[in-house]
């Protein structure tokens, strides 16, 4: 239980064009999803936290108009990377948590690798 | 931001060795949790420890727990090759409610 997928696993896009990923919480509710960048040999960033039905917040130093969340429904969130730039490219992981579990546990994505080109 | 460091950066073992990771966190925590990323994949979360825990294991793993010096230590016994991978240590602050990871140690265990 507790699986969580990202789609696509990997994109490679036009300098310029926008990026959709999705996370899905497959077998569970998730209030709260969380994304992550993370460069080569890096650690997480924690980009910014999804609330179902509310804007997300978003970390210092994150543009919120670059980097477009929405958490419509408890078992999808969705990051929209516009405008695209080769700066972008990183790896993207999603994680949720379960609306009724322990606050402490949060399940991660497989991760997105976006190449902007 | 990242909470804190890790150290070694890198580490390279021979099958069979223990390997040994260290995390330092900034702030107070209610726990800290440590993960296991293969190259190019998602995390595994390995194990948790609690603010009030001193030590803690599961499997051939042993976790131990500093909060007066704010660090922790990840100890792998009896490692493989299949061990190989980058582990990070995350910690969750209340009022916050998210994880802030380290810096992580790559470790390469050889056959």
């Known amino acids: 239980g507790a699986v969580v997928s990202q789609h696509p696993s990997r994109v490679i896009c036009k300098s310029g064009t926008s990026v959709k990923i999705e996370c899905r919480s497959l077998?569970?509710?998730?209030?709260?999803m969380f994304w992550y960048r993370q460069f080569p040999k890096q650690s997480l960033m924690l980009m910014a936290t999804s609330n179902e039905g509310s804007k997300a917040t978003y970390e210092q130093g994150v543009e919120k108009d670059k980097f477009l969340i929405n958490h419509a429904s408890l078992t999808l969130s969705t990051l929209t990377v516009t405008s695209a730039h080769p700066e972008d490219s990183s790896f993207y992981i999603c994680?949720?948590?379960?609306?009724?579990?322990?606050?402490?546990?949060?399940?991660f994505g497989p991760g997105t690798r976006l190449t902007v080109l | 931001s990242q909470q804190g460091e890790e150290d070694p950066q890198a580490l390279s073992i021979q099958e069979g060795e223990n390997a040994t990771m260290n995390c330092s966190y900034k702030t107070s925590i209610n726990n800290l949790q440590w993960y296991r990323q293969n190259s190019g994949r998602g995390l595994v979360h390995l194990i948790l420890i609690r603010s009030n825990e001193r030590e803690k294991h599961s499997g051939r793993l042993r976790v131990t727990l500093d909060t007066s010096k704010k660090s922790s230590s990840l100890l792998i016994t009896a490692s493989r090759a299949a061990d190989t991978a980058s582990y990070f240590c995350a910690t969750l602050s209340g009022g916050y409610n998210k994880l802030i990871f380290g810096a992580g140690t790559r470790l390469a265990v050889h056959p």
């Open positions: 077998d569970f509710q998730a209030t709260t």
């Open positions: 994680s949720a948590r379960w609306a009724g579990g322990s606050w402490d546990t949060q399940y």
